[in-house]
């Protein structure tokens, strides 16, 4: 059974970057049938799509936050990576790290982290 | 890339059914079978429910059931129970992306 857990800051200044790590267990991180993905929920709102990367480094990003998100990852310690670049309150949201499985369904999701943009 | 439409809430009494609609569009919904449906407690991520329109993982109750019409998906949850009582969303799979509704308030009375 896979397993998830996302680490990172808890608050984070406008401006700033948002760095957070998913660290995976339980299963083969460099599994063909895994994707890999980020995804972040608002306050009281529905669940957005951050971002995808598969284990060789393939990377896929929503249209309406490419610009300021790059995600990465390192196989050799079975974690990927968020940055999230010029975070205003916006960006004041619970972030799930989720395990894609086949490319089609989040079957595996983290616990969640909260993350304040505030000074 | 739109968010799919859900109705925000829904209610039902213990033991009647109840079915959530999810609308999108021929790039998602229509064009694609792989749409997903995640029930989301209080302070708890999502856990997948159904997933390719109508599958169910392994350990989910078959009192969910999941189909699609066009560009509409639909939850059926039959024999409504009290832990039911959650906020359900779908999710549609669209050209290398993946998009959510907006989630439904199941409410049960």
């Known amino acids: 059974q896979l397993q998830l857990q996302e680490s990172g800051p808890g608050l984070v200044k406008p401006s700033e970057t948002l760095s957070l790590t998913c660290t995976v267990s339980g299963g083969s991180f460099s599994s063909s049938n895994y994707y890999w993905g980020w995804i972040r929920q608002p306050p009281g709102k529905g669940p957005e799509w951050i971002g995808s990367?598969?284990?060789?480094?393939?990377?896929y990003y929503n249209p309406s936050l490419k610009s300021r998100v790059t995600i990465s990852v390192d196989t050799s310690k079975n974690q990927f990576s968020l940055k999230v670049r010029s975070l205003t309150a916006a960006d004041t949201a619970v972030y799930y790290c989720?395990?894609?499985?086949?490319?089609?369904?989040?079957?595996?999701w983290g616990q969640g982290t909260l993350v304040i943009a505030s000074s | 890339q739109s968010a799919l439409t859900q109705p925000a809430s829904v209610s039902g009494s213990p033991g009647q059914s109840i079915t959530i609609s999810c609308t999108g569009t021929?790039?998602?919904?229509?064009?694609?079978?792989?749409v997903s449906w995640y029930q989301q407690h209080p302070g708890k991520a999502p856990k997948l429910m159904i997933y390719?329109?109508?599958d169910r993982p392994s350990g989910v109750s078959n009192r969910f059931s999941g189909s699609k019409s066009g560009n509409t998906a639909f939850l059926t949850i039959s024999g409504l129970q009290a832990e039911d009582e959650a906020d359900y969303y779908c999710?549609?799979?669209?050209?290398?992306?993946?998009?959510f509704g907006g989630g439904t308030k199941l409410t049960v009375l």
């Open positions: 021929s790039s998602d919904v229509g064009g694609y079978n792989y």
């Open positions: 990367i598969y284990y060789s480094g393939n990377t």
């Open positions: 989720a395990c894609i499985v086949g490319g089609t369904r989040f079957d595996y």
């Open positions: 390719d329109v109508s």
């Open positions: 999710s549609s799979y669209t050209s290398s992306s993946w998009v």
